[in-house]
């Protein structure tokens, strides 16, 4: 912008917002001219044509996102291919080397029944996981059912003591019955005092006035 001699109000792109776009649009709208003024000529164009270039960027979102991925997977296989470039002198030499030497049928046979006995020990090792793992499953399912069980006797036992009643229920019963009747008499009991100490407290109030 200062180069190009353009006048930004750099509050309103802080702003970030529709009056930061209307401020970009300056800058694209000569960058727009330049690319097609012809014979290197530059198109100076007004702030009131800026209108009139209206991009749709909500349908590029994906590109953007794609051609961000592209670009880091780019730098990393560009990192890899630096580093591979780097081993090549030490590779030449070793390629070079195996192609020149002449190939021996029985060093051949010999690297392949190697290769083959080991591709079978691998196979071997995962025939005796997936047998561990049947193990394992048919362990799991005996537990999970001997857990069911206790389960199933545990709540019939609760059942049973739910079901079940106590010997001491009948006693307590009459108990509880008694003690209801004797909170009955207390609490006449206790209004009933109370009142009369309300009555003598009136009485001698009345005798104290009497007397002065």
Same mark, same amino acid.
């Given at each position: 912008?200062?180069?190009?001699?353009?006048?930004?109000?750099?509050?309103?792109?802080?702003?970030?917002?529709?009056?930061?776009?209307?401020?970009?649009?300056?800058?694209?709208?000569?960058?727009?001219?330049?690319?097609?003024?012809?014979?290197?000529?530059?198109?100076?164009?007004?702030?009131?044509?800026?209108?009139?270039?209206?991009? *749709? !960027?909500?349908? =590029?979102?994906?590109? &953007?996102?794609? +051609? #961000?991925?592209?670009?880091?997977?780019?730098?990393?296989?560009?990192?890899?291919?630096? *580093? !591979?470039?780097? =081993?090549?002198?030490? &590779?030449?030499? +070793? #390629?070079?080397?195996?192609?020149?030497?002449?190939?021996?049928?029985?060093?051949?046979?010999?690297?392949?029944?190697?290769?083959?006995?080991?591709?079978?020990?691998?196979?071997?090792?995962?025939?005796?996981?997936?047998?561990?793992?049947?193990?394992?499953?048919?362990?799991?399912?005996?537990?999970?059912?001997?857990?069911?069980?206790?389960?199933?006797?545990?709540?019939?036992?609760?059942?049973?003591?739910?079901?079940?009643?106590?010997?001491?229920?009948?006693?307590?019963?009459?108990?509880?019955?008694?003690?209801?009747?004797?909170?009955?008499?207390?609490?006449?009991?206790?209004?009933?005092?109370?009142?009369?100490?309300?009555?003598?407290?009136?009485?001698?109030?009345?005798?104290?006035?009497?007397?002065?």
């Amino acid at each position: 912008a200062t180069k190009a001699h353009i006048k930004l109000n750099t509050k309103k792109l802080y702003q970030a917002d529709g009056y930061a776009v209307k401020e970009l649009l300056k800058v694209t709208s000569v960058l727009y001219g330049a690319m097609n003024t012809q014979g290197g000529e530059r198109a100076d164009l007004p702030e009131e044509d800026s209108s009139k270039f209206k991009f *749709d !960027l909500g349908s =590029k979102i994906a590109d &953007l996102k794609a +051609a #961000r991925q592209l670009a880091s997977e780019i730098t990393s296989k560009g990192a890899v291919l630096y *580093d !591979l470039l780097g =081993k090549e002198v030490e &590779l030449r030499e +070793a #390629r070079t080397e195996s192609i020149a030497r002449p190939l021996e049928i029985n060093e051949a046979e010999k690297v392949m029944k190697i290769a083959i006995n080991s591709v079978l020990e691998e196979v071997q090792k995962t025939k005796d996981m997936l047998s561990n793992v049947a193990l394992d499953e048919a362990s799991l399912e005996a537990k999970i059912e001997k857990r069911k069980l206790e389960l199933e006797r545990s709540q019939k036992r609760l059942q049973t003591l739910q079901s079940v009643r106590p010997a001491f229920m009948d006693e307590y019963e009459k108990i509880e019955e008694q003690l209801q009747k004797q909170y009955s008499t207390y609490l006449e009991k206790f209004r009933n005092l109370t009142y009369m100490e309300q009555l003598l407290d009136d009485h001698r109030r009345t005798e104290q006035e009497m007397f002065e």
